[in-house]
């Protein structure tokens, strides 16, 4: 059973970086699809970025050039630096896992790869 547990979150104000890290067990990291996404209030939960073995990621527009995701396979970890923060980052933001095999062509933002494990997300909060 995948299981993943994000921390990291917080309170900054616009311009600032926040990084979120995602612990993550139970899973064999060459076969899944990992990704962060993120649901403000009001609003539909979006992908912000995927990624998979050998480093191939995806970025929703808005973030490109501002969020990295990444991950270190020996900690079993994945991380999401977040910088040059705005109010409209503001969100509850999940780390997700999709079992893909060998089709990483799957591993994308706008995919529409189903998720199938969760964690229970991280707040973060950008003021003006």
């Known amino acids: 059973q995948v299981q993943l547990v994000e921390s990291g979150g917080g309170s900054v104000q616009a311009g600032g970086s926040l990084r979120l890290s995602c612990a993550v067990s139970g899973y064999t990291y060459s076969s899944y699809c990992m990704g962060w996404f993120r649901q403000a209030p009001g609003k539909e939960r979006e992908g912000v970025a995927t990624?998979?073995?050998?480093?191939?990621?995806s970025y929703v527009d808005s973030v490109k050039e501002r969020f990295t995701i990444s991950q270190d396979n020996a900690k079993n970890t994945l991380y999401l630096q977040m910088n040059s923060l705005k109010p409209e980052d503001t969100a509850m933001y999940y780390c997700?896992?999709?079992?893909?095999?060998?089709?990483?062509?799957?591993?994308?933002?706008?995919?529409?790869?189903?998720?199938?494990?969760w964690g229970q997300g991280t707040q973060v909060t950008v003021s003006s």
């Open positions: 990624i998979i073995r050998d480093g191939i990621t």
């Open positions: 997700a896992a999709a079992w893909v095999g060998e089709h990483l062509g799957l591993c994308t933002v706008v995919g529409g790869l189903a998720f199938g494990y």
